[in-house]
């Protein structure tokens, strides 16, 4: 697993402070805002989520570093170095306290989230039932008007069919009754005709005799 970026910072900042004390700069006007930087970087650290075993080291090497310049004695470093080791036996108790917590929680979440998920998925069945029951019902009311829209379309081509039938006899008729009629007027004209020709060679024979 990488260093986090407050870990990185710490290790870069504490190797600097180191160097100073190794080189004899420990008048130098920024230890005590580098140790207070130091010791702020080492708090962020514990509050991160991951459990990190460099921490002891960590805060030994402050200890020294407050040692070699004269910030604290050797009763407070060796008392210090007693209490880390409560602190460290502390902070493993609160951290196994901590997983037994998170496992619990990690639990609790998977039962709400199968819980959410079992009803989404039921109340997914549902609409989709819904949703179901409505095209039916849809699908059926298409299917009736479609079959009366048939039925509808059935009759006037029965009814086309009928005025077709019934035209073509009466055209038939009127076509019969055409040729009669005019084989009548053709028995008239003749008529006429053999009328005017009688009366013809009548007033021809007339006017002869006279």
């Known amino acids: 697993m990488g260093l986090s970026r407050q870990e990185v910072n710490l290790r870069r900042l504490l190797a600097k402070c180191e160097l100073l004390v190794k080189n004899n700069q420990k008048d130098d006007e920024r230890f005590p805002k580098y140790l207070n930087s130091l010791e702020d970087m080492i708090k962020e650290i514990k509050s991160l989520s991951a459990p990190n075993d460099n921490i002891p080291d960590y805060v030994k090497r402050i200890k020294s570093l407050k040692f070699q310049l004269g910030m604290i004695s050797d009763e407070e470093l060796a008392a210090g170095d007693v209490e880390k080791q409560k602190l460290n036996s502390r902070e493993e108790l609160l951290e196994i306290r901590k997983r037994n917590i ?3 929680d990690a639990s609790g979440d998977l039962d709400q989230m199968i819980n959410f998920h079992q009803n989404m998925q039921e109340k997914i069945a549902e ?3 819904e949703l179901t029951t409505s095209l039916k019902e ?3 009311l298409a299917n009736k008007i479609i079959k009366k829209d048939n039925e509808i379309i059935g009759r006037s081509a029965q009814l086309t069919d009928q005025n077709f039938s019934k035209l073509k006899v009466e055209s038939e008729k009127l076509t019969e009754h055409s040729k009669r009629a005019w084989k ?7 008529l006429i005709v053999m009328v005017v020709f009688i009366n013809m060679v009548l007033f021809m024979k007339v006017m002869k005799k006279k």
């Open 102 to 104: 998170g496992k619990s």
């Open 138 to 140: 849809h699908s059926a």
């Open 127 to 129: 609409e989709m039932l």
């Open 184 to 190: 009548c007027w053709m028995w008239i004209l003749l």
